[in-house]
């Protein structure tokens, strides 16, 4: 993290020679000849000439004996900004320690620690590196800090590194934050997963390694976890002049999404969801933001050049992109001007948000682990995985599976139906005598799909319980075609049932708008959750267990600012799908798998 180091330690020559201490202590007077030498020498070293810096501070080390050594530590340090360390290891061999006052001593330690590392000396960095025991300089902490860690990797200690970038964290910001973060990933992946779940299990609840173990096994693939409460809702509490707790909104918020091309249907859905959320807040009295719509296209490029223009243009908050593409391209930008809130996740689904950004999703893999957490939960133990050749019902079978096998269940068989067959019958096992008690079917695909599947299920004699992702129910009721998916329980975003008190009814806009009807409903309630998050997201970042009751579920952010859905379950009787009693009540997986790609849907 050469810019840690680079930024800190520029920073902090800078404030050592703008100060005067009294004689006798290791820097010399200001308004002395040696004084404005020093000057003058500090001016080559901002110019970045390194090599003349250092020339002129040995030159002061001779000529002023009673800051002898001040200078070599000087001297040394321009060196190091030069990128020869071979040469400031030498310059400070003979510089005495205790001549040295306040933080020169500790800048010396840090520097003489730098080059332990270098000769693969790890027990001297350590021992170089210790935490001071008195108040210093962020710039000089941080700086022991990073090297600290560097030395505790050397020593074979990846867990203590990771613990002191930990502590690091929350001093950094932009680009060096970035790094650390990954650096903290890559340190407790590389741990191994049985090492990693050991050391987690002796964790506080309150740990602040606890989210960051939690990242690291997701991310290699042991996706169990056990649930983040939610405690309380926000916007529950009344504030000062009627305005609720946690409630903050920007100036100016600018909506990106995709208003021509073959994305432009989803796009006009989701802004319709979110300015009906956003029309019918104002009921509440709270401030409300100008919001400015911006066409973020298809692609990478024009949801990038969509960002800077609504910055440009005084955006204080974005929300969208909506295609994957443009959410990577616009994070690769590292430290954002404004903050954002992603409709959809990276590519890679697996690299943390940079500073500034938060991530909301309809991800099938947050379904697919739902309904293995609720299987689970009910006690059953195999499972039969009936998926279709579509993309969503891939990702919600992989992560159905992975987080089956990680709650300890068994998987009986594994199927993937031809989209172009209507007889299933050659591609089923046969059943066996599985307890319906203990054994369940997960499916995942289409209704007209479900609705060939589910009668040559019973006519194969397999009565086992089925369970399903939200895409095996069109939206909306057809109690004629739905008949044939009775007793399926899925999981779905309440506000297609009108089941999340506090928003605006479906069944009162859907004569009206038409993107509340049918599968387009999913993305209209998933708008008005954009809407909802924008004043609360800050919040409920820094709050554990505070949750918005959204359109598409109960929603929580974890520190990271990647927002998961906890969804309702409902079950087909009769052929209409109603609500399960209680299921707004249960409580949300700490993250979402990552499997394979792991971005958005």
């Known amino acids: 993290m050469r810019s840690i180091r680079a930024t800190a330690l520029c920073l902090l020559i800078s404030a050592a020679l703008a100060g005067c201490v009294t004689q006798g202590g290791s820097r010399p007077e200001a308004h002395t000849p040696s004084g404005d030498a020093t000057q003058a020498a500090q001016a080559l070293y901002t110019r970045g000439q390194f090599e003349q810096a250092a020339q002129a501070y040995l030159a002061l080390a001779q000529q002023d004996p009673d800051h002898r050594d001040y200078y070599k530590l000087l001297a040394a340090e321009a060196y190091r900004q030069e990128g020869?360390?071979?040469?400031?290891?030498?310059?400070?061999?003979?510089?005495?320690?205790?001549?040295?006052?306040?933080?020169?001593?500790?800048?010396?330690?840090?520097?003489?620690?730098?080059?332990?590392?270098?000769?693969?000396?790890?027990?001297?960095?350590?021992?170089?590196?210790?935490?001071?025991?008195s108040r210093v300089s962020p710039q000089i902490d941080q700086r022991l800090a990073e090297l600290r860690a560097r030395a505790q990797v050397a020593a074979g200690d990846p867990w203590s590194a990771a613990q002191t970038r930990v502590e690091l964290d929350g001093q950094l910001r932009g680009l060096d934050r970035e790094q650390n973060r990954k650096e903290i990933v890559t340190l407790l992946t590389g741990m191994g997963s049985a090492d990693l779940t050991a050391r987690g299990s002796a964790l506080g609840a309150n740990d602040p390694m606890r989210p960051w173990v939690t990242e690291a096994q997701a991310q290699l693939g042991?996706?169990?976890?056990?649930?983040a409460v939610l405690d309380q809702a926000v916007g529950t509490v009344t504030g000062d002049q009627g305005v609720r707790e946690g409630y903050k909104v920007p100036d100016k918020v600018a909506l990106l999404l995709p208003l021509s091309g073959p994305l432009a249907g989803a796009g006009a859905a989701i802004r319709d969801g979110f300015f009906a959320h956003y029309v019918d807040s104002a009921h509440a009295n709270a401030p409300r933001p100008e919001v400015v719509v911006y066409d973020a296209g298809n692609d990478a490029a024009h949801a990038v050049a969509a960002y800077d223009k609504a910055v440009a243009e005084g955006a204080r908050f974005v929300v969208g992109p909506l295609n994957r593409e443009g959410?990577?391209?616009?994070?690769?930008?590292?430290?954002?001007?404004?903050?954002?809130?992603?409709?959809?996740?990276?590519?890679?689904?697996?690299?943390?948000?940079?500073?500034?950004?938060n991530e909301f999703g309809l991800l099938p893999e947050t379904e697919g682990a739902q309904v293995a957490d609720h299987m689970a939960d009910k006690g059953m133990k195999t499972a039969?995985?009936?998926?279709?050749?579509?993309?969503?019902?891939?990702?919600?079978?992989?992560?159905?599976?992975?987080?089956?096998?990680?709650?300890?269940?068994?998987?009986?068989?594994?199927?993937?139906?031809?989209?172009?067959?209507?007889?299933?019958?050659?591609?089923?096992?046969?059943?066996?005598?599985?307890?319906?008690?203990?054994?369940?079917?997960?499916?995942?695909m289409k209704p007209q799909q479900a609705r060939l599947l589910i009668p040559q299920l019973r006519l194969a004699k397999d009565n086992l319980p089925v369970f399903a992702t939200s895409h095996v129910y069109s939206g909306g009721d057809d109690a004629t075609a739905d008949r044939d998916l009775e007793g399926v329980e899925f999981c779905d975003a309440p506000w297609l049932f009108d089941a999340q008190p506090g928003l605006p009814r479906r069944a009162d806009l859907a004569s009206a708008i038409p993107s509340t009807r049918g599968v387009a409903a999913?993305?209209?309630?998933?708008?008005?959750?954009?809407?909802?998050?924008?004043?609360?997201?800050?919040?409920?970042?820094?709050?554990?267990?505070?949750?918005?009751?959204g359109a598409t579920g109960q929603l929580v952010a974890d520190e990271f600012g990647r927002v998961r859905r906890v969804l309702i379950w409902a079950r087909f009787a009769d052929g209409v799908a109603h609500p399960v009693a209680g299921s707004l009540e249960l409580e949300a997986p700490a993250t979402a798998p990552t499997v394979e790609n792991g971005g958005g849907g």
């Open 84 to 133: 020869a360390l071979d040469r400031a290891a030498p310059t400070i061999t003979d510089v005495r320690r205790s001549h040295l006052e306040g933080e020169d001593a500790l800048r010396f330690d840090a520097l003489r620690a730098e080059i332990a590392l270098k000769n693969n000396d790890a027990k001297t960095a350590l021992s170089l590196t210790g935490k001071p025991t």
């Open 222 to 227: 042991n996706v169990s976890r056990a649930p």
């Open 327 to 357: 959410v990577s391209a616009i994070f690769a930008k590292g430290a954002l001007p404004a903050p954002m809130l992603t409709l959809n996740y990276p590519s890679d689904g697996k690299s943390l948000p940079p500073a500034g950004a």
């Open 384 to 444: 039969t995985v009936i998926v279709s050749t579509d993309d969503f019902a891939r990702r919600a079978g992989n992560a159905f599976k992975a987080e089956w096998q990680a709650r300890g269940g068994t998987l009986a068989s594994q199927v993937t139906l031809d989209a172009n067959s209507i007889d299933f019958a050659s591609q089923l096992s046969e059943p066996t005598d599985q307890d319906p008690a203990t054994s369940g079917v997960f499916i995942s």
């Open 522 to 549: 999913r993305l209209f309630a998933f708008g008005m959750d954009a809407w909802g998050l924008v004043p609360y997201i800050d919040w409920m970042r820094g709050h554990a267990g505070s949750y918005l009751p």
